[in-house]
């Protein structure tokens, strides 16, 4: 699971590399608009290390991002499920939030909080939670009637109930969407790097474009993609493994 | 049917690309008014105020040309326009040129319109002042990492032999609040804009400001200048050449004094966010770095000055050879 992630990204990765080349030798544009395979693997040669490290920094604030956004779109979710005054509430409140873009509210963000860790923290988690939420919230609020109807019948329906069965018949939508959330963790955390932090992959983005580099943007999409692939393969086997160990 | 619409979907993209083909081909020579896209550096404002003057006041059109000014920004680049061909001028700095130039595009300078560059540092007097660069040392200064201040800031020092650990650089991102709150001394501005509105702020709280000027400590960066293709040079030398004098005698008419009122109103149409207040120093300002003095004729290039940029950029590495940027220079003006 692990190595197909990888190496389906390497495919797509080489891909755009050679369409992006093909462009290049084509309509014979120079190395500073597309730079040429002899730049690319010397930049990737010099820069490749620092990068990497940069990306486990991000990812390390993406981690923790989209754990966050995790505990907090089920929360919401669970409250939200309910067809009560407060559970539209709470979804109108959680729907509503998300309506800003969050590059907008990222400057006010940074301003308050400064340009450390809790600031992309708060970014990253605030472009992952949505989606989740939306999940959660589809999940949750779907009756499993086959089995809610005895426990209801006998009286012995409680929320926490109520929720663990939900949860436990959509396990694998569950832990899909927790998967792809990764994306979005990552995405986030880069923007909020991009915008204002210093420190991360994000921020060495933008330095490499203020220097018109697009050299070192490759190479930082390249461990980007490689680390987003090791991290959410290893999502999609903890997936897995409590699927099979809970199901059977 | 199916086979006339089979037909359809493989003819229709083939006379697309004809006729893409043939307009190409019949380039500028079979259009009666040339039209053609010029790409700013930066957003619609007072800097501006002569390309802005140009377009609304015909400059373009009484010679026969058609010409689009395109607002720029952080996200676009003009060189790269003018070699994908969505371009035909455009306005670079002189480090994207020499960048470019290091790569091989195909660049080439037509005219510089800042003869000071505006990027400059703020600072409160009261505090202290900058005579010499070693009075640099000491203070935290910002700097935007990866960009044209950090390598000016560090040719100053490294001129004046300041060690790193002598002076304290604090990253710089678009919130001014830690030079509000007196937390960095020195902070890079363009002077001719944020800075306007910077200064505005202090003064209004009781402040005194001062402004570094590189150029005055021995360091002359080139900062925004009009660039076209070499191409669009050799096959249409007529036309560099009308666009050219035409832009220029835009500057020249929206810097006088005389028009002043007129450019004002102008800039104000498009940059509806700066009080008027600003905009009037912000032309008073953009004048004094465009055409410094009498003698200097607008779009002057300052030769020496692009070779110190060059070396400016081989020292910090910024490019592995000599460019010889003198080369890519033109000089429609004298």
């Known amino acids: 699971m692990l190595l197909r992630r990888i190496y389906q990204f390497l495919i797509i990765y080489l891909l755009g590399l050679f369409l992006l080349l093909v462009i290049k030798y084509a309509l014979n544009l120079s190395d500073y608009v597309i730079p040429g395979p002899v730049e690319i693997w010397e930049t990737c040669r010099e820069t490749l290390p620092r990068y990497f490290s940069d990306v486990m920094d991000t990812l390390s604030v993406a981690i923790i991002g989209q754990f966050i956004s995790i505990v907090l779109a089920i929360s919401i979710g669970v409250i939200g499920r309910q067809a009560t005054w407060f559970g539209s509430f709470v979804k109108v409140a959680a729907y509503n939030f998300q309506a800003y873009p969050i590059v907008a509210i990222a400057p006010i963000v940074f301003i308050l909080l400064g340009d450390g860790f809790i600031s992309r923290l708060l970014i990253a988690a605030m472009i992952c939670y949505f989606p989740l939420l939306l999940s959660v919230v589809g999940i949750m609020s779907e009756p499993i009637s086959d089995i809610e109807h005895f426990y209801r019948i006998t009286g012995r329906m409680r929320w926490q109930l109520e929720v663990k069965i939900r949860a436990f018949e959509n396990l694998s939508k569950l832990t899909t969407v927790i998967a792809g959330s990764a994306t979005l963790a990552m995405a986030g955390t880069i923007v909020a790097e991009f915008i204002a932090a210093n420190a991360g992959i994000g921020y060495s983005i933008r330095i490499a474009l203020y220097q018109s580099n697009l050299s070192k943007i490759l190479v930082a999409l390249f461990t980007i993609g490689v680390s987003l692939s090791v991290y959410q393969g290893m999502l999609e086997m903890a997936g897995y493994m409590i699927n099979k160990r809970w199901k059977g | ?334």
């Open chain 2, 1 to 334: 049917m199916g086979g006339k619409l089979i037909k359809l979907i493989y003819t229709l993209p083939a006379v697309i690309l004809i006729s893409l083909f043939i307009k190409t081909e019949n380039g500028f020579a079979a259009q009666k008014s040339v039209q053609m896209n010029y790409r700013l550096k930066w957003l619609f404002n007072a800097s501006v105020v002569g390309d802005l003057y140009a377009d609304a006041n015909g400059f373009f059109k009484t010679r026969g040309l058609d010409v689009t000014v395109k607002e720029g920004g952080p996200e676009r680049d003009a060189i790269r326009e003018l070699e994908l061909g969505y371009a035909h001028f455009g306005v670079a700095s002189a480090d994207q040129v020499i960048r470019a130039l290091s790569k091989g595009a195909p660049v080439v300078v037509i005219a510089q319109l800042f003869q000071i560059n505006p990027l400059q540092w703020i600072h409160r007097t009261e505090k202290f002042n900058i005579q010499q660069i070693r009075d640099l040392k000491g203070k935290v200064i910002g700097v935007t990492y990866g960009g044209n201040d950090e390598t000016i800031m560090r040719t100053l020092l490294a001129k004046e032999k300041i060690a790193d650990n002598e002076v304290t650089l604090f990253s710089v991102r678009y919130d001014y609040t830690p030079f509000y709150q007196d937390k960095v001394d020195l902070w890079p501005v363009y002077r001719n804009s944020q800075g306007i509105t910077i200064a505005s702020k202090l003064r209004a709280s009781g402040e005194e400001i001062g402004y570094v000027n590189p150029a005055e400590l021995g360091v002359q960066f080139v900062a925004n200048s009009i660039v076209t293709s070499k191409k669009m040079l050799m096959d249409h030398p007529e036309i560099v050449k009308t666009f050219i004098r035409a832009l220029l005698a835009a500057w020249e008419e929206s810097l006088d004094p005389a028009n002043r009122e007129k450019s004002l109103t102008l800039v104000g149409k498009f940059d509806k966010d700066t009080p008027r207040v600003h905009l009037e120093e912000q032309l008073a300002v953009t004048r004094s770095l465009v055409k410094p003095s009498l003698k200097i004729k607008i779009g002057s290039i300052d030769t020496q000055a692009w070779k110190q940029t060059e070396r400016i950029m081989l020292d910090q590495k910024l490019i592995p050879e000599r460019v010889h940027v003198e080369r890519a220079l033109k000089h429609y003006i004298r």
